[in-house]
């Protein structure tokens, strides 16, 4: 990070009053204030999870005929980038670097216009997207100032700083979000393209990434109600935008796009909640579409009468007989609890790194009502705190809590590859998870074994490679270290005064 302009220690690895207060001070208030009103902090101050613009990043990546440049520290824009190639984006991405002096002249903002101009061909893009990141952000950078549209490509600048978007998922929403509204405006002021699946039939837009298979089985299960759904959020084209904002209802499976959601409100489209997980929550998410569609009784019932045996049979078919924790910072773990409930599992705690939402509350309360604690903006020392509480047969979270649960020979997974690998919802969901579920916790013995075998060697303080025997704690070291940070810390305070 550069220091001569964003506060030094800022960024993700602490200092986030003080480049807030940067930002403030470069004419970013209205942006932080919406980012604050959006994306609520609390009850602590910032989950531990990847940089969040790589959740924007990653929704422009994904968009065929879209550009995305980032502007911000190379460090940060290595870790974005190589997190991108990690998850096989096979797209370029745009990069504008900086120093002091382009930073404090203003120069970076020209930099970033002309490298926009040089992109935006539109033979080559429907969107040129422009990410400012946590110093150009802190530093006033405005990309508001950049034209809307050059030769019909339309140019998109959004800020999504560390200290203003908690985390990665609800950053997808700070572009999905930016782009619906440059969409609804376009549609607003005259005729826009056709989309490539237009439905005749009333549809649903479905807001989140899902799993490939689950946007055909939810259409299976609102066919009976006359109804069929359209290209979801975030989009992969844009022209799919204009569908999606032509929906009938939108439904908010992932429960934290508020941007998202704000703009289908402005197009006067009603939104609900939760999703089709399991028998109970099935049930409900059809009744809550259907009302809102307006469809008739009947073929809500008609839906309902052919989606909920066969989720029956299906969860009857895979039981599991576990105690879980689930964990995560996908927006979706309050779903998954919900599935693996409806199976059979007893899950005393849900912790979530995304907020409370409208949107969650019927998952929400569908898990207090049968005992689970559930918490939102959940930190690490949460999650952990709950396994070690629980002892569960298997505890589902992030990398570092995955990690915890090894050192204490709990079967573990990470919750990404559990979602994004399977269907959750309907009767394709209702049978995905017992099947990894159970293939773990057989795997209990043997992590029991290990933390046996290892007993102790290489955990805390003595981790690393290379020892032949139980590594031995110098004599007195830490008292050393101790007096040496003191003595560090007093000279600091005197340089001060
Ligand atoms: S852009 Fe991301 S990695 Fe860089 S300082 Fe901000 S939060 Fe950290």
């Known amino acids: 990070m550069d220091g001569s302009i964003a506060p030094s220690g800022g960024g993700c690895h602490g200092g986030r009053e ?190 989140g990434e899902l799993f490939p298979g689950d946007p055909p089985g939810i259409g299976a299960l609102l066919a009976p109600m006359g109804m069929a759904v359209a290209p979801q959020l975030p989009a992969r084209e844009w022209r799919d935008l204009y569908a999606a904002l032509d929906c009938t209802v939108a439904a908010a499976v992932h429960p934290f796009y508020t941007a998202t959601v704000r703009e289908f409100r402005a197009a006067g489209r009603p939104v609900v909640g939760s999703g089709p997980v399991g028998v109970d929550g099935t049930a409900a998410w059809l009744e809550a579409v259907g009302a809102a569609a307006g469809i008739a009784t009947d073929k809500i019932e008609a839906a309902k009468n052919k989606a909920l045996p066969a989720i029956r049979a299906a969860l009857d078919a895979h039981p599991i007989d576990a105690r879980i924790t689930v964990s995560g910072y996908e927006g979706s773990e309050l779903l998954v609890a919900r599935a693996l409930m409806e199976a059979g599992a007893d899950v005393p705690y849900v912790g979530t790194a995304c907020p409370r939402t409208e949107w969650s509350d019927a998952d929400r309360i569908w898990l207090e009502e049968r005992g689970t604690f559930v918490q939102f903006r959940a930190s690490l020392d949460q999650d952990v705190a709950a396994m070690l509480d629980v002892r569960p047969d298997l505890a589902i979270g992030t990398t570092p809590l995955v990690q915890k649960g090894k050192e204490h020979g709990i079967p573990a997974l990470y919750f990404t590859n559990m979602v994004s690998a399977r269907p959750l919802f309907g009767a394709a969901g209702a049978g995905a998870l017992a099947g990894i579920v159970a293939a773990q916790i057989k795997g209990a013995p043997r992590f029991a074994r290990m933390v046996s075998f290892f007993d102790q060697v290489g955990a805390g303080s003595a981790t690393g490679y290379g020892w032949q025997g139980k590594p031995v704690e110098p004599k007195g070291s830490r008292e050393r270290m101790r007096k040496q940070r003191e003595a560090k810390a007093k000279a600091l305070e005197a340089v001060g005064t």
């Open 18 to 207: 003080r480049m807030v207060d940067a930002a403030r001070a470069a004419g970013k208030s209205e942006t932080l204030e919406r980012l604050m009103h959006d994306y609520p902090r609390g009850p602590h101050d910032q989950p531990q999870s990847m940089c969040p613009a790589f959740g924007s990043l990653r929704v422009g990546l994904r968009m065929r005929r879209v550009a995305t440049i980032l502007s911000g520290s190379a460090c940060c824009v290595y870790g974005l980038t190589f997190t991108s190639h990690f998850y096989g984006a096979k797209r370029t991405v745009g990069y504008v670097p900086f120093n002091s002096e382009t930073l404090v002249k203003g120069q970076l903002f020209e930099d970033i216009r002309n490298a926009v101009y040089e992109t935006a061909k539109p033979e080559n893009y429907d969107a040129v997207v422009v990410i400012n990141l946590c110093v150009p952000t802190a530093s006033g950078v405005p990309l508001d100032l950049l034209p809307k549209q050059i030769e019909g490509v339309r140019i998109i600048g959004i800020d999504v700083p560390g200290f203003g978007v908690p985390t990665h998922a609800e950053a997808k929403d700070v572009l999905a979000g930016a782009m619906l509204k440059y969409a609804r405006t376009e549609a607003e002021a005259g005729p826009v393209a056709r989309p490539r699946s237009l439905q005749d039939l009333p549809t649903v837009s479905l807001i």
